[in-house]
Antibody, heavy 124, light 110 residues
Framework: QLQLQESGPGLVKPSETLSLTCTVSGGSISRSDFYWGWIRQPPGKGLEWIGYTSYSGNTYYNPSLKSRVSISVDTSKNQFSLKLSSVTAADTAMYYC????????????????WGQGTLVTVSS | QSVLTQPPSVSAAPGQKVTISCSGSSSNIGNNFVSWYQQLPGTAPKLLIYDDNKRPSEIPDRFSGSKSGTSATLGITGLQTGDEADYYCGTWDSSLSAVVFGGGTKLTVL
């Protein structure tokens, strides 16, 4: 059974860079048909897609966040990471990592496996 | 303001049926598959419906999905108190080149 687990600082100062890691267990991150992504949810609000990447480095970012976001994969640790720069209070949210898959016909699945989430607060 | 529009809340009695709507446009729902997620209080979202109307094997057939034009609907029959949760629709938006979600609907089982 695939499992995803987020980790990282729960408190980040304004203007700094938010860095989170998602550790994947129960399966390999190095499959060409998997995409690894991040979704966030501000307290009491809805879901917002941040972006996703394949292990080979094909990345897709939310245009509204693209200038501040970077998602990368570390196959040696079976992990992938999120970096969000120049954070403000508006970036305070629960951050979820998740998986989707892709097939050669161009089909993308929805996010079928999710981590439990980690709360990040932006405050001085 | 979400790209996909859902009612903020719906309610029904135990054993009854409820539907949750998700309205979009030709750039998202109209030309891409819709999925639905259930988020129980204090937990991560869980995939409920994918490809408009398919259920993962572990999801009971009380949950169903449908789509017509630029709108999608989630149906839940035989409501149980354990179904109280927030429900989100999601899809790809070809104009925005982004995954988009609805604002979420809170289901109350009275």
């Amino acid at each position: 059974q695939l499992q995803l687990q987020e980790s990282g600082p729960g408190l980040v100062k304004p203007s700094e860079t938010l860095s989170l890691t998602c550790t994947v267990s129960g399966g390999s991150i190095s499959r060409s048909d998997f995409y690894w992504g991040w979704i966030r949810q501000p307290p009491g609000k809805g879901l917002e897609w941040i972006g996703y990447t394949s292990y080979s480095g094909n990345t897709y970012y939310n245009p509204s966040l693209k200038s501040r976001v970077s998602i990368s994969v570390d196959t040696s640790k079976n992990q992938f990471s999120l970096k969000l720069s120049s954070v403000t209070a508006a970036d305070t949210a629960m951050y979820y990592c998740a998986r989707r898959f892709y097939d050669s016909s161009g089909y993308y699945s929805p996010f079928d496996y999710w981590g439990q989430g980690t709360l990040v607060t932006v405050s001085s | 303001q979400s790209v996909l529009t859902q009612p903020p809340s719906v309610s029904a009695a135990p054993g009854q049926k409820v539907t949750i709507s998700c309205s979009g446009s030709s750039s998202n729902i109209g030309n891409n598959f819709v999925s639905w997620y259930q988020q129980l209080p204090g937990t991560a979202p869980k995939l409920l419906i994918y490809d408009d109307n398919k259920r993962p094997s572990e999801i009971p057939d009380r949950f169903s999905g449908s789509k017509s034009g630029t709108s999608a609907t989630l149906g839940i029959t035989g409501l149980q108190t354990g179904d109280e949760a927030d429900y989100y629709c999601g899809t790809w938006d070809s104009s925005l080149s982004a995954v988009v979600f609805g604002g979420g609907t809170k289901l109350t089982v009275l």
